[in-house]
């Protein structure tokens, strides 16, 4: 059974950082796709991050790139999303997700498999 476990969430000051992390289990990360998704109050969940181990590839969006890094720890099953340079507007419920199409990242509609999200608010 595919599980996926957000945690990291918090309340930070804006130009401050956190790191979220997604444990995964029942399955390995180059049998999946994963991607970071957030949705702020009265906005669509957008995807904004992602990763395709099999073939090296990893996507973000604008609003997040350069500010935050994907990375895995294999060895721990483990996604990281570090976010840097917090800004008010990057406050949202975050996800992790997992597709099974383990080529392209980016098609974020793919998206099987979801954890419970984790609350990110940045204050001005």
């Known amino acids: 059974e595919v599980q996926l476990v957000e945690s990291g969430g918090g309340l930070v000051q804006a130009g401050g950082s956190l790191r979220l992390s997604c444990a995964a289990s029942?399955?390995?990360?180059?049998?999946?796709?994963i991607g970071w998704f957030r949705q702020a109050p009265g906005k669509e969940r957008e995807g904004i991050s992602c990763m395709s181990k099999r073939v090296g590839n990893i996507y973000y969006v604008d609003s997040v790139k350069g500010r935050f890094t994907i990375s895995s720890d294999d060895a721990k099953n483990t996604v990281y999303l570090q976010m840097n340079s917090l800004k008010p507007e990057d406050t949202a419920v975050y996800y992790c997700?997992?597709?099974?199409?383990?080529?392209?990242?980016?098609?974020?509609?793919?998206?099987?498999?979801w954890g419970q999200g984790t609350q990110v608010t940045v204050s001005s």
């Open positions: 997700a997992a597709s099974s199409d383990m080529y392209i990242c980016s098609t974020f509609g793919s998206y099987d498999y």
């Open positions: 029942g399955f390995t990360f180059d049998e999946y796709s």
